[in-house]
């Protein structure tokens, strides 16, 4: 009897805890949808408004500070953020690239109290002519990549490694170009169960990319991107733009090898730059390819679907149905990686869930995506600070890779108020689900900032929690009384 009095103590602390969250994984999907956009701030070290009395934010890492300590060592215009998510100490540094001419990379140790010590800049800025860092990913083997959001026909749309990211000093990170894979516009990379590495070229009528590495369970990236073979994504009869007056392409898909097996040319098919390495985009376009473009493919998130498939969402930036940005521009997609069908996930016609009409021009420049513990999608838009910079929350509520299901939606979940900035790089702890990160860039006062969102559990759940272990302690003494 005393065994199950305890067991039934644990239980129901546990169920207290879960209140509002999915098993407990996170707190950070119990909101209450903001209706409209925030406008302005008198606070920029607290630029946003948060849809829950539970949240809170605060200034973990700026810019000015960085140039006051070090001058010259930030370049500023702070992108995607990751952090070291496997290894020792997982979760102790996030890393971000600088989106600028001079781009560099910066790591942020989590585990240093110390405002002024705790930021340092691993990868000095132009580094081998480094320029409009954006990507950022930790490797399967336990790296950090980053990449250039800047291609033409010139010398840049180039992948980084930095090898020693967790233990590199100031300007000591090893940067290791990457040359296997194709040159594009970087933004978005993602690993699926596979671990094969997908990514976007971020132009008006750029692809979707997978490349497949020979040995995909290298320990290094040396081995990892020594050999392999890059495809891009063909819908249907491919070829297709989608524009700004276009409709939604989706449909069956099927991969489209664009380099041999090895990452070399393929004859007839591969445009091949001065240096040997390969034109992703040019490639894509060939007639022997004919790759579906989307309009400004921007970023990649990766999640398993209640069927077991692992499906790929990507944000098209610029795609719209009219021309009419007002009434809503840009896409969310799936791509299911087991039945490679691609679906529309989110537009302008998917569901307001604080005011149950479509969300229309709420939605614009949806940019970048992330993923919290429970699997929640979150949309963050490309728009100006202080007039509509949001984020949205995409409420999934059974996980099947549509929001049309009773209750299903965007919900607005923060909003920026820094004028002339915009969010960028928002990630979710893999080590604590109720703790986010998100960056302020290139807002109008020059100080790129690094906010830590924090959700905790509303009140009723702690009082519950606490009842529980009120009730294990009654447990406890009445099982040492006897």
């Given at each position: 009897?005393?065994?199950?009095?305890?067991?039934?103590?644990?239980?129901?602390?546990?169920?207290?805890?879960?209140?509002?969250?999915?098993?407990?994984?996170?707190?950070?999907?119990?909101?209450?949808?903001?209706?409209?956009?925030?406008?302005?701030?008198?606070t920029?070290?607290?630029?946003?408004?948060?849809?829950?009395?539970?949240?809170?934010?605060?200034?973990?890492?700026?810019?000015?500070?960085?140039?006051?300590?070090?001058p010259?060592?930030?370049?500023?215009?702070w992108?995607?953020?990751?952090?070291?998510e496997?290894?020792?100490?997982?979760?102790?540094?996030?890393f971000m690239?600088?989106?600028?001419g001079?781009?560099?990379?910066q790591?942020?140790?989590?585990?240093?109290?110390?405002?002024?010590?705790?930021?340092?800049?691993?990868?000095?800025?132009?580094?081998?002519?480094?320029?409009?860092?954006?990507?950022?990913?930790?490797?399967?083997?336990?790296s950090?990549?980053?990449?250039?959001?800047?291609?033409?026909?010139?010398?840049?749309?180039?992948?980084?490694?930095?090898?020693?990211a967790?233990t590199?000093?100031?300007?000591?990170?090893?940067?290791?170009?990457?040359?296997?894979?194709?040159?594009?516009s970087?933004?978005?990379?993602?690993?699926?169960k596979?671990k094969?590495?997908?990514?976007?070229?971020?132009?008006?009528?750029?692809?979707?990319?997978?490349?497949?590495?020979?040995n995909?369970?290298?320990?290094?990236?040396?081995?990892y991107?020594?050999?392999?073979?890059t495809?891009?994504?063909?819908v249907?009869?491919?070829?297709?733009?989608?524009?700004t007056?276009?409709a939604?392409?989706t449909?069956g898909a099927?991969?489209?090898?664009?380099t041999?097996?090895?990452?070399?040319?393929?004859?007839?098919?591969?445009?091949?730059?001065?240096?040997?390495?390969?034109?992703?985009r040019?490639?894509?376009?060939?007639?022997?390819?004919?790759?579906?473009?989307?309009?400004?493919?921007?970023?990649?998130?990766n999640k398993t679907?209640?069927?077991?498939?692992e499906?790929?969402?990507?944000?098209?930036?610029?795609?719209?149905?009219?021309?009419?940005?007002?009434?809503?521009?840009?896409?969310v997609?799936?791509?299911?990686?087991?039945?490679?069908?691609?679906?529309l996930?989110?537009d302008?016609?998917?569901?307001?869930?604080?005011?149950?009409?479509?969300?229309?021009?709420g939605l614009?420049n949806?940019?970048?995506?992330a993923?919290?513990?429970?699997?929640?999608?979150?949309i963050i838009?490309?728009?100006?600070g202080?007039?509509?910079?949001?984020?949205?929350?995409?409420?999934d509520?059974?996980?099947d890779?549509?929001?049309?299901?009773?209750?299903?939606?965007?919900?607005?979940?923060?909003?920026?108020?820094?004028?002339?900035?915009?969010?960028?790089?928002?990630y979710?702890?893999?080590s604590?689900?109720?703790?986010?990160?998100?960056?302020?860039?290139?807002?109008?006062?020059?100080?790129?900032?690094?906010?830590?969102?924090s959700?905790?559990?509303?009140p009723?759940s702690?009082?519950?929690?606490?009842?529980?272990?009120?009730?294990?302690?009654?447990?406890?003494?009445?099982?040492?009384?006897?």
């Amino acid at each position: 009897m005393q065994k199950k009095y305890l067991n039934i103590a644990v239980a129901s602390a546990l169920a207290a805890m879960s209140v509002g969250a999915h098993a407990a994984d996170t707190y950070f999907d119990n909101i209450t949808p903001l209706t409209a956009s925030a406008g302005a701030t008198a606070t920029p070290a607290t630029p946003l408004t948060l849809s829950s009395p539970n949240f809170t934010q605060v200034t973990i890492a700026d810019r000015k500070t960085q140039n006051t300590l070090v001058p010259g060592s930030n370049s500023g215009n702070w992108d995607m953020i990751t952090a070291n998510e496997t290894g020792a100490d997982a979760g102790r540094y996030l890393f971000m690239p600088f989106e600028t001419g001079s781009a560099g990379v910066q790591r942020v140790d989590l585990w240093n109290n110390n405002y002024n010590t705790r930021t340092v800049t691993i990868v000095a800025p132009g580094t081998q002519g480094f320029a409009s860092g954006d990507a950022s990913r930790w490797t399967p083997w336990g790296s950090y990549l980053t990449a250039e959001e800047s291609w033409g026909t010139g010398s840049k749309g180039r992948l980084f490694e930095v090898t020693n990211a967790t233990t590199a000093g100031a300007n000591g990170g090893n940067f290791v170009q990457r040359s296997v894979i194709p040159r594009v516009s970087h933004e978005g990379l993602a690993f699926d169960k596979q671990k094969s590495m997908y990514f976007i070229d971020e132009q008006n009528g750029g692809s979707i990319y997978k490349y497949v590495s020979a040995n995909p369970n290298a320990t290094n990236g040396s081995d990892y991107f020594a050999a392999g073979q890059t495809f891009a994504l063909k819908v249907g009869n491919g070829g297709q733009f989608e524009g700004t007056s276009g409709a939604a392409i989706t449909g069956g898909a099927t991969w489209v090898a664009i380099t041999n097996a090895t990452g070399g040319a393929i004859a007839g098919v591969s445009t091949v730059v001065a240096d040997g390495t390969i034109d992703g985009r040019a490639t894509a376009d060939n007639a022997n390819v004919l790759a579906t473009g989307y309009n400004r493919p921007e970023d990649l998130e990766n999640k398993t679907l209640a069927n077991g498939h692992e499906a790929v969402f990507f944000t098209t930036t610029d795609s719209d149905t009219n021309g009419n940005t007002n009434d809503g521009r840009s896409r969310v997609y799936l791509l299911d990686t087991v039945s490679n069908d691609v679906k529309l996930f989110a537009d302008s016609s998917t569901i307001d869930l604080a005011t149950g009409l479509a969300v229309g021009g709420g939605l614009r420049n949806a940019d970048n995506l992330a993923i919290d513990a429970a699997g929640n999608i979150y949309i963050i838009e490309d728009r100006d600070g202080a007039v509509d910079d949001d984020v949205w929350l995409a409420k999934d509520l059974n996980h099947d890779g549509d929001l049309l299901d009773a209750g299903e939606g965007l919900a607005r979940w923060v909003s920026n108020g820094a004028p002339g900035s915009e969010i960028t790089g928002l990630y979710f702890s893999k080590s604590n689900p109720n703790l986010a990160y998100l960056n302020i860039q290139h807002p109008a006062d020059s100080v790129d900032r690094l906010v830590q969102i924090s959700a905790v559990p509303e009140p009723e759940s702690y009082a519950m929690f606490l009842a529980g272990l009120g009730l294990l302690g009654f447990a406890a003494r009445r099982r040492a009384a006897k």
